[in-house]
């Protein structure tokens, strides 16, 4: 969307026919959609999930920040960052994290999403990341700030949770506070997951990625996507 937003400024800049914006289609991306809901384990902590890089957008020493604080306020959630991140999170806050490295291994990569039920991700500017969808196709819930295009798809309440992106002393103040109303609420988050799932299998599956791309490049094509 922002792309399309920029576009539509360049256009008017150059003098293009701003009509010729209508030829621009925005196709999500696809991941892979398990054929049922994963179950998720409600008699243990909360598994809180981080996966991707370490960049300074990213700002993954928030992450450490919010473990160590669950920790020390005794809300029943464990911590586990996926990526080269270890070095991001600041010294104090990083027992209260499991780094697991990089994850090259699909396999291993959808186990994690399957057992875990809560996505964080503190970052202070984004696209949509994929990320997002890979773990609302196995009904992790995301818990992110709201900034880029997550709001497209992330619903407040409903089927995950929009942090304002103010200061990050804030940011940490009110992922703590949801998470923490979520270990208490394990029938609210087991509704969200579900709601979550469904979305993903609506919007990110590869059945309607492909029939879009073949609407665009095959106009009046009526053969199954495969």
Known sequence: EQILAELKTLYGA??????????????????????RLPIKDEGRSLRVLYVGRSGVEKR???VGRVAR??????????????????????????GACIFLGEISDPVALHRLYAEADLLLLTSSREGFPLVVMEAMAHGVVPICTNVGGISRHVCHGINGFLVANNNEEQIVNDVVATIRALSQDRKWLGTLSGKTFEHARTCFSPTRFRSTYRTILQPGHTGSAR
């Open 14 to 35: 150059n003098g293009i026919d701003p009509s010729l914006l209508k030829k621009t289609v925005l196709v999500e991306n696809m991941v892979q959609i398990p054929d």
């Open 69 to 94: 604080l669950c920790r020390e306020r005794r809300i029943a959630a464990q911590f586990m960052l996926a990526g080269d991140t270890e070095a991001a999170v600041d010294a104090p806050d990083r």
């Open 60 to 62: 993954v020493h928030l």
